[in-house]
């Protein structure tokens, strides 16, 4: 779960620091005081992308910092260790962006690409938006939601990986076919890039070899002086030199060493010297014995360079690449002259594969079919505690006309509702107004997030458009998911806010040059304050408070989770007082 948040110069934010705990936590505030900079700044320091703008004005860079407790989390664990990024039941996450738009990522203190942040933000934390009803009308969401809500992702890879093959024979076998003028021109090709191509007789480390052996011809003549020029300095014949001069050193060290013994280690090191030079000095004579300078054959190595050249600008390839571009054009030539194999075992092995994708594609339908009954129940009985009495959700699973083939199955997913008792079901998008589409995405949120793994639930103003008694069943929904999860939910409404089991007011503070953003922790007076706030609006009554106190009393009575699902179940009938 989340721990702690630390944000630093984003947005209006100069600097705040939050503690959070288990449960339901709450953030309320004034409109535009920057409640939804936190849910921001989570997101960010998840992956999310960012520029320049976010860095609070004057400031070079904005910090986000945020840790998890991951002790109960092996998933988490396991892929932090897979990364080599793991630490003992603990995740510090932290994200740097620069006025300059330059970005940076860590992990436990170690550097990371965005996408790891993303990965593993994906584990850690599920982010509901105020404006993800909207998104509910696509058709694509829809199929996404049903398939999460039914755990179908195991098939879900399977079929999209068949699919994938499948494709890529179909692909195959398509090339096979073409007319003969077009195929024989490419077999007269091919044959004569192969024939060029086989003269040669080489593989990559021939052309190496012969690349070193031009270097060393070309440049034989220096390489010969200078291994003359070498062992005349080592061991000349007559004169001063280095192999002379050491065993000279070395004979009168000797000497001394009886004298006094603490130039043994001296001697003993000459010594090896001694051995030392004498060897590289005959590895030095035997190279220069065995170096030729042969004219024909630089001229015959700088042809053959030159055909390696010219070769790969024609294939726009390396040299050293030439071996496999002739391995590849013996492929395709076989290919084409044995379409007529080649095409029988593509139509066998496409047969096999468009049967076995029918069949996981089936598997795929007939689990849409089971959980869209289950997934329309769920929902049409929430929509009944949610102000939408006699509604009905339900989830049609259609089959994709002229049965094509698709990596996600050959299903088109809808979502039907009627919003009133004894209208027939319409597809969402025709009959949904804007507030019975927000309630609709609220219970589908809260279903599909009771139905994940993921330890922390974010929803930002999911709950706007509502009120009264429907706001307090939300509220009795978000808690309910509290005792599971930790849910963080930023709201306006006090019906949510008193059923929390933390609260955190946000509010601006604006001086005579800036404006910052503040977030803190109430104890349970300041809870009734806040409260009362939101319920009376600018001018707040003693019987305001009295009412904020007692719905606080009311929201903090603990209750078991099958309590809570009993009271979530039963038709609506009372309003917050």
């Known amino acids: 779960m989340l721990t702690h948040i630390h944000v630093r110069n984003l947005a209006i934010v100069d600097e705040i620091e939050v503690e959070l705990t288990a449960g339901m936590t709450t953030l309320t505030g004034e409109t535009g005081a920057g409640k939804s900079i936190l849910v921001d700044a989570l997101g960010l320091v998840l992956g999310d992308r960012a520029d320049s703008s976010v860095v609070r004005h004057g400031c070079e860079r904005a910090e986000i910092s945020a840790g998890f407790h991951i002790q109960d989390q092996p998933a988490v664990r396991q892929w932090l260790s897979a990364q080599e990024l793991d630490r003992d039941g603990e995740c510090q996450l932290r994200r740097i962006i620069n006025r300059?738009?330059?970005?940076?990522?860590?992990?436990?203190?170690?550097?990371?690409?965005?996408?790891?942040?993303?990965?593993?933000?994906?584990?850690?934390?599920?982010?509901?938006?105020?404006?993800?009803?909207?998104?509910?009308?696509?058709?694509?969401?829809?199929?996404?939601?049903?398939?999460?809500?039914?755990?179908?992702?195991?098939?879900?890879?399977?079929?999209?990986?068949?699919?994938?093959?499948?494709?890529?024979?179909?692909?195959?076998?398509?090339?096979?076919?073409?007319?003969?003028?077009?195929?024989?021109?490419?077999?007269?090709?091919?044959?004569?890039?192969?024939?060029?191509?086989?003269?040669?007789?080489?593989d990559r480390d021939d052309i190496k070899n012969i690349d070193a052996e031009h270097a060393r011809q070309a440049n034989a003549g220096r390489l010969l002086e200078s291994s003359r020029q070498g062992l005349e300095r080592l061991d000349a014949e007559e004169g001063p030199s280095a192999s002379s001069l050491l065993n000279q050193t070395l004979d009168e060290i000797s000497a001394l060493a009886t004298l006094d013994s603490e130039?043994?280690?001296?001697?003993?090191?000459?010594?090896?010297?001694?051995?030392?030079?004498?060897?590289?000095?005959?590895?030095?004579?035997?190279?220069?014995?065995?170096?030729?300078?042969?004219?024909?054959?630089?001229?015959?190595?700088?042809?053959?360079?030159?055909?390696?050249?010219?070769?790969?600008?024609?294939?726009?390839?390396?040299?050293?690449?030439?071996?496999?571009?002739?391995?590849?054009?013996?492929?395709?030539?076989?290919?084409?002259?044995?379409?007529?194999?080649?095409?029988?075992?593509?139509?066998?092995?496409?047969?096999?594969l468009q049967q076995e994708y029918l069949d996981c594609a089936g598997q795929l339908t007939a689990k849409r079919t089971r959980s869209a009954k289950a997934f329309s129940k769920k929902i049409t009985d929430a929509m009944q505690t949610l102000g939408m009495a006699g509604g009905v959700f339900s989830v049609r699973v259609n089959p994709r006309a002229g049965n094509a083939f698709?990596?996600?199955?050959?299903?088109?997913?809808?979502?039907?509702?009627?919003?009133?008792?004894?209208?027939?079901?319409?597809?969402?998008?025709?009959?949904?107004?804007?507030?019975?589409?927000?309630?609709?995405?609220?219970?589908?949120?809260?279903?599909?997030?009771?139905?994940?793994?993921?330890?922390?639930?974010?929803?930002?103003?999911?709950?706007?458009?509502?009120?009264?008694?429907?706001?307090?069943?939300v509220g009795q929904k978000l808690r309910a998911l509290g005792t599971e999860r930790q849910v963080l939910c930023v709201t306006h409404l006090p019906q949510v806010a008193a059923l929390a089991h933390q609260q955190l007011q946000v509010s601006k503070l604006s001086g005579k040059d800036t404006t910052r953003t503040r977030i803190r922790t109430l104890n349970e007076a300041e809870r009734v304050d806040e409260l009362a706030r939101m319920l009376g609006g600018v001018r707040i009554?003693?019987?305001?408070?009295?009412?904020a106190r007692e719905m606080l009393l009311q929201g903090q009575v603990p209750t078991t989770t099958a309590e809570s699902e009993k009271s979530l179940n039963a038709p609506a009938s009372t309003t917050a007082t």
Not at 142 to 168: I, T
Not at 183 to 190: E, G, I, M, S, V
Not at 271 to 288: C, F, H, N, P, W
Not at 407 to 423: H, L, T, Y
């Open 406 to 473: 698709g990596p996600r199955g050959m299903d088109d997913i809808e979502f039907m509702v009627s919003a009133n008792k004894g209208q027939p079901a319409q597809p969402m998008s025709k009959v949904a107004s804007g507030g019975e589409l927000s309630r609709i995405s609220l219970s589908i949120q809260v279903i599909s997030a009771s139905s994940d793994t993921i330890p922390t639930l974010i929803f930002d103003e999911v709950d706007s458009g509502i009120g009264g008694g429907v706001a307090e069943i």
């Open 263 to 352: 130039l043994q280690e001296t001697v003993q090191l000459l010594g090896e010297a001694a051995v030392l030079i004498k060897e590289g000095t005959d590895s030095l004579r035997q190279y220069a014995e065995r170096l030729d300078i042969d004219p024909q054959r630089l001229q015959w190595l700088e042809q053959r360079i030159g055909i390696l050249h010219d070769l790969a600008r024609k294939h726009r390839c390396n040299p050293e690449d030439l071996p496999a571009v002739e391995a590849g054009i013996r492929k395709e030539l076989d290919s084409i002259e044995h379409a007529d194999e080649h095409r029988e075992a593509l139509q066998a092995r496409l047969g096999a």
């Open 541 to 547: 009554t003693r019987q305001t408070r009295e009412h």
């Open 100 to 202: 300059e738009g330059r970005t940076r990522g860590y992990i436990n203190g170690q550097a990371v690409p965005m996408l790891s942040l993303r990965e593993l933000g994906e584990q850690l934390v599920d982010i509901h938006g105020q404006h993800e009803h909207q998104s509910l009308l696509r058709s694509g969401v829809q199929r996404q939601l049903l398939d999460a809500f039914g755990a179908h992702q195991a098939l879900l890879d399977r079929l999209a990986n068949l699919y994938n093959e499948w494709n890529a024979a179909k692909a195959e076998l398509q090339g096979l076919f073409g007319n003969d003028a077009e195929r024989d021109a490419r077999l007269d090709l091919l044959r004569y890039q192969r024939q060029e191509l086989e003269s040669l007789g080489l």
